[in-house]
């Protein structure tokens, strides 16, 4: 990966982060979310806490909680704190889940 591939995907987050702020429509929100995933296949890592509350709150796309937990605690290994604690909390709603016999992948 080139610094000019990791300068792009951080232009693209931040055209993702505009249209999630800017616009409440659905389609800038599908957009949002193809321009945060294409940026951390850039390899901008600041774009899995953007996946990772887009998959929260199904914005742009299907909520999903596991795929929201990974993309927290791949923020939180880069040393996103805001991850890190939502992250932590996901687990143990997760365990909550598990343990009272529902499915975390219904969410």
């Known amino acids: 990966m080139t610094i000019d591939q990791r300068g ?3 232009a693209l987050l931040i055209e993702a982060g505009a249209l999630l702020r800017l616009s ?7 957009r ?3 321009l945060a995933l294409q940026a951390v296949n850039s390899g901008a890592v ?6 990772a509350h ?9 909520r999903h909680l ?4 990974k993309h927290y605690a791949l923020a939180a290994i880069h040393g996103n704190t805001k991850a890190d604690r ?3 909390w996901l687990m ?10 529902d499915a975390f992948s219904r969410y």
């Open 66 to 69: 596991p795929k929201a937990t």
């Open 46 to 51: 600041d774009g899995h806490a953007i996946l």
């Open 86 to 88: 939502t992250w932590g």
């Open 8 to 10: 792009q995907g951080e």
């Open 92 to 101: 143990a709603l997760e365990g909550f889940l598990w343990h009272r016999g």
């Open 54 to 62: 887009m998959y929260e709150y199904g914005l742009g796309t299907r």
């Open 32 to 34: 949002a979310f193809a």
């Open 24 to 30: 409440s429509d659905t389609r800038s929100h599908e």
